[in-house]
């Protein structure tokens, strides 16, 4: 089908319906690959909740876990647009993800070699947590 305006669409989805914005490609892949990072991001951090219980067995390490987690995340947004001005955002985009990925494959061989201690948990979290903030600045930092 011909279309004067806008990028062509996919045409193995049929037209109409709540989920005709998946028919255009770069959104379609946008959406996927966001999808996919939230659940991972969402895993890591049950896991990461897990593990320290597993570790401690005290529902108050669990407890504080949860408290930091939003107090860095409210502290991290309330300093935030400071940085945001001043990186270039493909360049910050790049690194992000380098972070994350870093971050996992470092607590992933500490767990794995039997090494992991409690307070590597809690930096694990400091630092996911500093990049899911720079995450959501870059993100929005375009509009």
Same mark, same amino acid.
């Given at each position: 089908?011909?279309?004067?305006?806008?990028?062509?669409?996919?045409?193995?989805?049929?037209?109409?319906?709540?989920?005709?914005?998946? #028919?255009?490609?770069?959104?379609?892949?946008?959406?996927?690959?966001?999808?996919?990072?939230?659940?991972?991001? !969402?895993?890591?951090?049950?896991?990461?909740? !897990?593990?320290?219980?597993?570790?401690?067995?005290?529902?108050?390490?669990?407890?504080?876990?949860?408290?930091? #987690?939003?107090?860095?995340?409210?502290?991290?947004?309330?300093?935030?647009?400071?940085?945001?001005? =001043?990186?270039? =955002?493909?360049?910050?985009?790049?690194?992000?993800?380098?972070?994350?990925?870093?971050?996992?494959?470092?607590?992933?061989?500490?767990?794995?070699?039997?090494?992991? #201690?409690?307070?590597?948990?809690?930096?694990?979290?400091?630092?996911?947590?500093?990049?899911?903030? =720079?995450?959501?600045?870059?993100?929005?930092?375009?509009?």
């Amino acid at each position: 089908m011909f279309r004067p305006y806008g990028p062509p669409l996919m045409n193995d989805v049929k037209s109409g319906g709540a989920f005709e914005a998946l #028919r255009y490609p770069d959104y379609f892949w946008f959406w996927s690959s966001y999808f996919v990072s939230n659940v991972g991001s !969402w895993m890591q951090s049950i896991a990461m909740g !897990w593990l320290l219980f597993e570790l401690t067995n005290s529902p108050a390490y669990l407890g504080l876990f949860s408290a930091l #987690r939003m107090v860095l995340l409210i502290s991290f947004f309330i300093i935030g647009g400071i940085l945001s001005d =001043r990186i270039d =955002r493909r360049k910050g985009m790049l690194w992000i993800q380098f972070a994350y990925v870093a971050t996992s494959v470092i607590l992933a061989a500490l767990v794995s070699s039997g090494m992991i #201690r409690v307070w590597h948990i809690f930096v694990g979290l400091l630092l996911i947590e500093w990049v899911k903030f =720079r995450e959501e600045q870059a993100e929005y930092e375009g509009e």
